[in-house]
């Protein structure tokens, strides 16, 4: 079946670098989605990418993907205290529905 | 733009109560999604619709739960009787036609309660 894992966590500080890591089982995927889910709040899109690139950068975010290794990364330059919130890695593939990973809480410490 | 607008926002009940949550999603989007966010199970796709039709509903956990798009517009999701182990955050997402190039636009979600 479908599945998408992700680390539940991790703490860096501002000014750095994050790489939150994804990975998935579906070889269909056709699109893989970031989501930023700030507390209290719903799920924002953050970024897509399309399973035939490699690489997209959207100012301060740049997402690779692996397709052999089935393997997805959000880094975010320069991260602020902004950016704290749980991020989902999301795949949609064959059965058009979107499966979405656990989650990684990125704490940014000032 | 107003996004996915969902209510209440804040839901708390006894068990055995009916609960019904709402969704009215973006307008112009054809396709609407119902989610349940829970710490144990994460994120789970409960049901979706393409214009106004029942999709996919191979999530719905069980017979208690139902839901309804009676036009583009609006979708109900109603829980009779509930659980407490129904307490979840539920979300509702809408996207312009359920392509897989169309993303998601989600609401900011109903905190449900059953005590």
């Known amino acids: 079946g479908e599945d998408v894992e992700q680390s539940l966590f991790l703490s860096v500080r501002e000014g750095d670098s994050s790489v939150i890591n994804c990975t998935y089982t579906?070889?269909?995927?056709?699109?893989l989605y970031w989501y930023k889910q700030e507390p209290g709040a719903g799920l924002q899109l953050l970024t897509y990418i399309f399973s035939n690139m490699d690489m997209k950068q959207d100012q301060r975010l740049t997402v690779l993907l692996n397709k052999k290794d089935k393997h997805l990364s959000l880094r975010i330059a320069d991260t602020q205290t902004g950016d704290s919130a749980i991020y989902f890695c999301?795949?949609?593939?064959?059965?058009?529905?979107?499966?979405f990973g656990t989650g990684t809480l990125l704490a940014v410490q000032p | 733009d107003a996004g996915v607008i969902q209510s209440p926002r804040h839901e708390v009940t006894e068990m055995g109560q009916e609960v019904t949550l709402r969704c009215k999603p973006i307008s112009g989007h054809n396709s609407l999604f119902w989610y349940r966010q829970t710490m144990m199970r994460g994120l789970e796709l409960l049901i979706y619709f393409n214009n106004n039709v029942p999709i996919d509903d191979s999530g719905m956990p069980e017979d208690r739960f139902s839901a309804k798009m009676p036009n583009a517009s609006f979708s109900t999701l109603k829980i009779q009787p509930s659980e407490p182990r129904d307490s979840a955050v539920y979300f509702c997402?809408?996207?312009?036609?359920?392509?897989?190039?169309?993303?998601?636009?989600f609401g900011d979600g109903t905190r449900l309660s059953i005590l």
């Open positions: 579906d070889s269909s995927s056709t699109y």
């Open positions: 999301a795949e949609r593939g064959a059965t058009n529905k979107l499966i």
């Open positions: 997402a809408s996207s312009p036609r359920a392509l897989v190039s169309q993303p998601q636009h």
